[in-house]
């Protein structure tokens, strides 16, 4: 029987919510939350002997330092194969999944799996090292996450041969492998010409890599320069009066911040649902700096702060919206004039 | 956001606490803030060293803007 060893983080370790999300590793005997389902997949093939439960916020602050203890804590169980969560659209967990992943794969010599949905930043950060599962957005896809992840994990456990990617379920990792097939590579490659020129659906069998850079934009003089703020982080004006939503958010707001020197628990929150609100709530300069800014405005080192600040919820929120959101803000910062953006996430 | 931003031809500096998040979505300007609930402060700490500590990190995103960079950079 193949000994797997599985991390979770606070949530789906049942340890707690947000306000558990500082919580350094821990280590308990067994499956907990989703191991349970693993366990009812892989049937007397493979057992979870231990779950490793780090709290995201902890993990992602401290990659360096939770790493080494995390492979600390999962060395003495000698697992098969390693699995983490699956983390659906998390963006914390899903980036812990993965630094916990290939960190096992390099110092154990063991295969890894982990699930993601593919907008997570986990993916792109992890997809040529390790074998993410595709997922929905949210847990509701749980049951098919694990199905698909069980499986793999068996197959990667028993050196069973490891499929394609749409075979197996899997984001793409960019390796080439040798296969026959029964025409050859001109013939395909004319019959995908011909499919192209009519308009027809066809699949390319090498899709090109999609570098999307955007080379940096030219240095500014701040003293002579007006700057913006924007942020990700959910700062709005209390009472949030254009009802942001807490995760994946279907719009921005746009606030004005001319004659306020400083942001406070009774001027303005935090709309984000994605970290504990605590502090933000308490300041709100904590995560959007306006009181220093001003200072910085009287002393002469920027020009001049923009009226108004603009902030949406980077939680679980679609690339697309974000893509859109700062589209449209760059037509209206530029249209006043706005030389520089300070751009603050959580 | 910040990748839009700068294709509109805004130079943006982004102020987070996973960097390495910031790189993969394409941020050029990154300022490594202190956690993800209060990225521009420090609860812990008094008022006065609290602001300090954000003044010190925002005049830090201010010189990533005067810089003039090739590639994506971690202002330290």
Known sequence: ?346 | MVKELERAGIPTVHICTIVPISKTVGANRIVPAVAIPHPLGNPSLGFKEEYALRKKLIEKALKALETDIESQTVFE
């Open chain 1, 1 to 346: 029987m193949l000994r797997v060893v599985h991390y979770l983080n606070q949530f789906f370790g049942q340890i707690g919510g947000e306000d558990k999300a500082s919580i350094p590793p821990m280590v308990k005997e067994g499956p907990v939350g989703p191991g349970m389902a693993f366990k009812g997949s892989f049937g007397d093939k493979a057992e979870i002997v231990a779950t490793v439960i780090c709290g995201d916020s902890y993990f992602n602050e401290n990659i360096e330092k939770a790493t080494e203890e995390i492979l600390q804590m999962i060395e003495k169980y000698k697992p098969d194969v390693f699995i983490a969560g699956p983390a659906f659209n998390a963006g914390r967990y899903g980036t812990a999944c993965g630094t916990i992943c290939k960190a096992v794969q390099d110092k154990f010599g063991i295969p890894a799996v982990t699930g993601m949905y593919p907008e997570n930043p986990g993916v792109d950060l992890y997809k040529k090292n390790v074998y993410i599962i595709k997922t929905t957005d949210s847990a509701a896809g749980m049951k098919d996450a694990v199905a698909k992840m069980a499986k793999l994990t068996l197959k990667l456990g028993f050196k069973e041969n490891i499929g394609a990617h749409e075979e197996e379920g899997y984001i793409p990792r960019g390796m080439r492998k040798n296969i026959f097939v029964v025409e050859r590579g001109s013939k395909r490659a004319v019959e995908m010409l011909i499919k192209k020129l009519k308009g027809e659906p066809f699949t390319t069998e090498y899709p090109m890599p999609d570098f999307d850079r955007v080379s940096p934009a030219k240095a500014v003089k701040v003293k002579e320069s007006l700057i913006a703020l924007v942020t990700s982080g959910g700062i709005v004006p209390k009472g949030n009066p254009d009802h942001i939503e807490s995760s994946n958010a279907s719009k921005y707001g746009k606030y004005v911040i001319e004659g306020i020197d400083n942001l406070t628990n009774k001027t303005h929150e935090t709309a984000h649902g994605g970290y504990d609100p605590v502090y933000a709530n308490e300041d709100p300069d904590r995560v959007l700096p306006v009181d220093v800014l001003r200072e910085l405005e009287r002393e002469g080192k920027i020009g001049k702060l923009y009226r108004y600040y603009y902030a949406t919820v980077g939680n679980g929120t679609a690339v697309a919206s974000a893509k859109k959101y700062a589209q449209s803000i760059a037509k209206e910062l530029i249209a006043d004039g706005v030389k520089a953006v300070i751009l603050t996430s959580t």
